[in-house]
Each structure stands twice: as C-alpha cells, then as structure tokens.
C-alpha cells in the first residue's frame, strides 16, 4: 500500500504563485510513477503532470512552462510549483501513485492511489 497527502493548497491571486506537497509513504520502492491530477467542478478529472522514478517529468499542454514538478528523496515528497495562475487552474488538485506501467500515464484509471486532494482557487 502507498499513502499519498496533498498540502499547500490556498487562495491566490490571478498571476501569483503556489507550491503543492505530496508526502509519500508505506511502499514507497514499488512506486513506478506519481502524477498530479486536478478537477474543477462540474469537469472531469484532468492530467496536470507526472513524475517518472527515473527522474523524467511529464507535463499537460495547458501548464507546460508555468508548472514544475520536483522531488526530494529525503522526504519522500513531491512538489508541484505552479506560476502564472488563472482562473482556468482552479481546481481541486490530486496526486496519485502506481506501482505498474511503462511510463507516466495521463490516464486516472492508471492509478491506483490517490491522496484526499486540496483546493487551489485562483481569484482574478
């Protein structure tokens, strides 16, 4: 089993910055890729980037360039660095974890462990 809790979540201004954490535990070594997902309301669940074990990152159309992510062994932890927000970003914003595959999947269903999630609301 992995457990996954998102943190960092907040409200920002249109423009601004924010950093989301996800700490990592229990079989952290069978995990082959770790991804961030998003879902504003009434739409479905959107690939936002992932993280390959190996080191490579993946990244949607919509954040390459104003999104990052990152991640720090020592901690188990990952980090998602999002710059130059809009509205269009708020959302509520998931990471998850599989232990199975080739590659970083943009696919929800790939994934098979999901932190609670946390809210980033973007004011313009």
């Known amino acids: 089993q992995v457990q996954l809790v998102e943190s960092g979540g907040g409200l920002v201004q249109a423009g601004g910055s924010l950093r989301l954490s996800c700490a990592f535990s229990?079989?952290?070594?069978?995990?082959?890729?770790i991804a961030w997902f998003r879902q504003a309301p009434g739409r479905e669940r959107e690939f936002v980037g992932g993280?390959?074990?190996?080191?490579?990152?993946y990244y949607a159309e919509s954040v390459k360039g104003r999104f990052t992510i990152s991640r720090d062994n020592a901690k188990n932890t990952m980090y998602l660095q999002m710059t130059s927000l809009t509205s269009e970003d708020t959302a509520v914003y998931y990471c998850a974890a599989t232990t199975k595959g080739s590659g970083v999947s943009p696919s929800w269903y790939e994934y098979a462990y999901w932190g609670q999630g946390t809210q980033v609301t973007v004011s313009s």
């Open positions: 229990g079989r952290t070594f069978s995990i082959y890729s």
């Open positions: 993280l390959h074990w190996s080191g490579s990152t």
